[in-house]
DNA sequence: ATATTATTGTTGCAAACGCAACAGTTCGAC
DNA sequence: GTCGAACTGTTGCGTTTGCAACAATAATAT
C-alpha cells in the first residue's frame, strides 16, 4: 500500500479540501476498525449495531436504521445474521405490531461489552494525534456541520412532496 | 427519513464522540454528492477517479487505486465502465509493458469539467454552514490525523512481512 | 545468466448495500 | 366508522466492492 502524499495544493477551495480529507479519514479509520473488530468476529457495521442495542426493551429496526443512516433492508439482514450468530434476538412490539424491537441475548452482551473496550482502547489511541482541546473543538465543528447537513437533506426531502 | 438528534452524551469519551460524528459527516457528505452527480450519470467513485485524470498522460491504474484507497478491481472495473461511457481510455505505458495509463477523451474532459464545477459550487454551498477561518482549522486537524493514522497503517502493513 | 521475488492489471467469487415492491398494520381526514 | 395515506419490516434484484488467485512483466539477488 503506497500512500502518496498527493497533493492539496492543486485543490482550488477549502470546502474541497475538507471534503477529500474526510473522505480520507473515513476510509482510514474503517481499515483500523476492521483490523480491532475481525479478531472478535465482527464487522463494522456489526459493531456499530451491536453498540446501540440493550439487553431490555431493545431498538426498533426503524430506529437502527434512521441512527445509523443505512437503508430498512439493511437493517433486516444485519439483525438476521445476528440472530442466527445468538447474539440478538427479535421480540415483538405490544403496542405496535407492525413493529420489532432488537435486544441483546446474554452471549451478545458479552460480546458488546468486550468488542466496545476494545474498539474503544483502539479509538483512544488512534485519536490520541489529537489533544483533548483539539477533539473537543472538532467536536463542535463537526456537530454544527451535522446538523446543517442533515436539515438541508430533510428540505430536500420535503420539496419531493 | 427521521433524523433523531441522537444523543452523544451517553457516549464515553470524544474520541468515540469524533467518530460518530466522522462516520454520519461522510454518509451526510455522500448522499449530498449523489444528488449533485446523479443528473450528469455519475456516481461518486466515477467522480472521484474522473477528478484525478487529464487529456494527456492520464494516470495508471495503481495510482489511481492508491490515491483513492481502493482495491485495484475495484478500479479496474470503474475504469472498465467508463472506457465504455467513452469517457476514458487506456494506453499501454511504452516502458513498462504490465502498465497503462488512462486518460479522459475529449467528452470524458467535457463532463469532468461540468461534474467538478457542479460538485465545487454545491460543496461550497454545503460547507458554507462554517467560516473560511473554522474550515482552515479544520483542514489543520485533518492532515494531522490523516498523516498518523496512515502511519499507523504502514507500519502495521510491515510487520507482516 | 538465472532464479526468486515483487508488481500490475484482470477475473471469479462472495459479501454488503440500496431501491422498489410488497403485505400487514396504524393513522388521519371526512 | 370508512377509506386512503403513511409506516414497519421483508424480499428480489442489481450494483459496488474487497479478497484471493492468476498471467504477464519487471526487479533483485546470487
Request: glycine content about 4%; overall charge negative.
Amino acid at each position: 500500500m503506497a500512500f502518496d502524499d498527493f497533493d492539496l495544493d492543486n485543490v482550488p477551495s477549502n470546502a474541497h479540501r475538507l471534503y477529500r480529507l474526510i473522505h480520507d479519514l473515513y476510509v482510514v479509520l474503517d481499515v483500523g476498525d476492521r483490523e480491532v473488530l475481525q479478531p472478535l468476529g465482527l464487522t463494522p457495521s456489526q459493531y456499530r449495531v451491536l453498540v446501540l442495542l440493550d439487553a431490555n426493551f431493545g431498538q426498533r429496526l426503524i430506529t437502527l436504521s434512521d441512527r445509523l443512516l443505512v437503508a430498512r433492508s439493511t437493517i433486516t439482514r444485519l439483525i438476521d445474521q445476528m440472530e442466527t450468530a445468538g447474539w440478538v434476538h427479535r421480540i415483538d412490539d405490544p403496542s405496535d405490531r407492525r413493529a420489532q424491537h432488537v435486544a441483546l441475548t446474554s452471549v451478545g452482551l458479552a460480546l458488546r461489552n468486550q468488542a466496545y473496550a476494545a474498539h474503544e482502547h483502539s479509538l483512544e489511541d488512534r485519536m490520541g494525534v489529537l489533544g483533548e482541546h483539539d477533539q473537543q473543538h472538532l467536536i463542535d465543528f463537526f456537530l454544527q456541520m451535522r446538523t446543517a447537513l442533515r436539515n438541508r437533506i430533510i428540505e430536500i426531502d420535503s420539496q419531493r412532496e
